[in-house]
């Protein structure tokens, strides 16, 4: 579901498509646009949006998606980075600052702490029994 006429007036990526507010447009189709981030975690770190507002990647409509990992895979190419990450993220806790669906593609040039995204993976163990639970429980509701 789209947000509210205000929300869509306020968004700064809305305004970005809009051309409302300059960017380093990359590559921009029918319903995708890209651009490089201006708070990168590594060079040639970028955005890859829908033209169409939605906050999280399950309102945004199906035929919204048909650009973006082909785009984002384009930029990977384009930034000669071996080595990087192609992140979306949905709501505050789960780390989404701009409520407009968005991915990153981030270059991790190197080992280092400093360069592209560094990530903690807190791996739980759970009983294979539980495990077969949340398989029923999502693969029914699929």
């Known amino acids: 579901m789209a947000s509210s006429a205000k929300t ?17 447009k ?6 995708t646009y890209s651009f490089l981030d201006i708070n990168p975690l590594a ?7 829908s033209k ?10 199906d035929e919204s998606l048909t650009d973006i990992l082909r785009i984002a895979k384009q930029i990977a190419v384009a930034t000669g980075a071996e080595n990087y990450n192609i992140l979306q993220n949905n709501g505050r806790i789960a780390h989404q600052e701009v409520d407009h669906v968005h991915f990153h593609v981030i270059p991790k040039p190197s080992t280092s702490d400093t360069e592209g995204l560094v990530v903690g993976w807190p791996q739980q163990k759970v009983a294979l029994d539980e495990l077969a639970k949340i398989h029923e429980e999502i693969k029914g509701k699929l």
């Open 8 to 24: 869509l007036a306020t968004c700064i990526f809305c305004k970005i498509v809009k051309g409302e507010i300059p960017s380093f």
């Open 26 to 31: 990359l590559i921009e189709t029918e319903t």
């Open 52 to 61: 169409y507002h939605a906050e999280k990647l399950h309102e945004l409509p």
């Open 43 to 49: 060079k040639g770190h970028s955005l890859v949006i």
